[in-house]
């Protein structure tokens, strides 16, 4: 099972900051089958990057993915308002199992 | 529009049964493998079982393996999760997703359903 393991845990920023997240995997990640979501309060993850770095339609320029092997990064260029959420990787490239990382929460400084 | 809407959650005791459906529309559902994910409340995300488009095969995680079954029925656009010998910890908020990508064993997930919450009481 490849671990999936995201840091920072929480991430405070003001509007208008760049934020980087990282997510590292136990093992290399099979041609780069990773993804990210947004899960705001109440509502559903939303999935934003697909294959590590090929935005999912409808997402803003703002958020790009990159990396390849054990390590990934989510980049939001300018936080806007509504980017304050909770973010989290998905490895797909071994399973099963699919698995997630904890999540990080990006907040407003 | 793609929509996914999840029914079936409640409050049951532990080693009760429940089963859960998942009712797809705004897309072709015999095409596409889909999976149900769970997340304990204040907790990450947990992957559960992965169908494939036909029903031919399907995938479990660890923890449910044995006690949960994926089912669908295409003829009614419908995705369902039998859950046997409920246990405290299977306590979340379950969502049904449409599967992308081309791995056999399942892919990335979207979109999302809005999640049924299931509480299983000791």
């Known amino acids: 099972e490849i671990v999936l393991t995201q840091s920072p845990g929480t991430l405070s920023l003001s509007p208008g900051e760049r934020a980087t997240l990282s997510c590292r995997a136990s093992?290399?990640?099979?041609?780069?089958?990773l993804a990210w979501y947004q899960q705001k309060p109440g509502q559903a993850p939303r999935l934003l990057i697909y294959?590590?770095?090929s935005r999912a339609t409808g997402i803003p320029d703002r958020f790009s993915g990159s990396g390849s092997g054990t390590d990934f990064t989510l980049t939001i260029s300018r936080l806007e308002p509504e980017d304050f959420a909770v973010y989290y990787c998905h490895q797909y490239g071994s399973s099963p199992p699919l698995t997630f990382g904890g999540g990080t929460k990006v907040e407003i400084k | 529009q793609v929509q996914l809407v999840e029914s079936g959650g409640g409050v049951v005791q532990s080693g009760g049964s429940l089963r859960l459906s998942c009712a797809a529309s705004g897309f072709t559902f015999s095409s596409h493998g889909m999976h149900w994910v769970r997340q304990a409340p204040g907790k990450g995300l947990e992957w559960m079982a992965f169908i494939w488009y036909d029903g031919s095969n399907a995938y479990y995680g660890d923890s449910v393996k044995g006690r949960f079954t994926i089912s669908r029925d295409n003829s009614k656009n419908m995705l369902y999760l039998q859950m046997n010998n409920l246990r405290a910890e299977d306590t979340a908020v379950y969502y049904c997703?449409?599967?992308?990508?081309?791995?056999?064993?399942?892919?990335?997930?979207?979109?999302w359903g809005q999640g049924t919450l299931v509480t299983v009481s000791s």
């Open positions: 997703a449409r599967n992308r990508g081309s791995r056999e064993r399942g892919g990335y997930f979207d979109p």
């Open positions: 093992q290399s990640v099979s041609s780069s089958y």
């Open positions: 294959d590590a770095s």
